[in-house]
């Protein structure tokens, strides 16, 4: 089942793959990144209980928590030119 | 971006567990995934966050530049003096078992102490390396 599940992982990652390299506009790829980065959220706590080991939840906290925060500081970068400046 | 209240609630709401999760993987690592340079990454990316929602001069006045410098260094210290204090007590640089009563709680005792010591520098040098990084006056172009 598990096995099933991490297939189904990749197969959602390789189409959000494609949708990053033929993005129309940088948000539709930024969208496409905090997506794909979700499902490597899945992929590593699927793995860590295929594998028998779930300390691998730590490790997609960390994952989403980074998503999260980089995908906040892409934009914000975008869309005020600087990481620093409150946006008038 | 400070006008946006879904991420600034976010940001308030997800402050403390951040840190509170920076501080599981830092006294957790020697059971799981962890030590003290993940901790202080991932305690460093809460202050980070919180200087990109709401600009660098309140994350600035939330974390002052001079205590960030004083952790950045008091961490080394920490790392160093543990080393040096065991050579005082007669054995070799950072060999943890003369630190306790037993060399089992000495090792316990100097691996948290080095760990933590670990963990306040990374996570200051983040916080000093974006405060550096993202105080840089660029044009608006693009």
């Known amino acids: 089942m598990y096995l099933a599940a991490l297939i189904a992982c990749g197969i959602s990652g390789i189409l959000i793959l494609v949708r990053i390299i033929l993005g129309k506009t940088t948000f539709d790829r930024i969208l496409a990144i905090n997506s794909l980065g979700t499902i490597i959220v899945l992929g590593i706590a699927l793995h860590g209980f295929y594998s028998g080991r779930p300390e691998f939840l730590d490790i997609a906290i960390v994952y989403a928590l980074i998503n999260f925060i980089g995908t906040i500081a892409v934009l914000k970068l975008f869309s005020t030119g600087s990481l620093g400046d409150i946006q008038k | 971006m400070h006008k ?8 308030k709401i997800l402050f403390a ?28 990316s809460a202050f980070i966050l919180y200087s990109i929602v709401f600009g660098l001069d309140k994350g600035k006045e939330l974390f002052p530049s001079n205590v960030n410098l004083f952790l950045l260094t008091l961490g080394g210290i920490i790392y160093g003096g543990v080393g040096i204090t065991s050579m005082f007590l007669g054995e070799e640089f950072l060999s943890y078992n003369v630190l306790g009563s037993s060399p089992q709680s000495g090792q316990h005792i100097g691996i948290l102490l080095v760990e933590f010591g670990v963990g306040l520098t990374v996570s200051n040098v983040m916080i000093a390396l974006f405060n550096a990084f993202a105080g840089f006056k660029s044009g608006k172009g693009n």
Request: proline fraction near 8%.
């Open chain 2, 17 to 44: 567990p951040i840190i509170l999760f920076g501080l599981y993987v830092q006294f957790h690592g020697d059971f799981g995934p962890g030590g003290g340079f993940q901790a202080g990454v991932i305690v460093a």
């Open chain 2, 4 to 11: 946006n209240p879904i991420l600034r609630v976010c940001t």
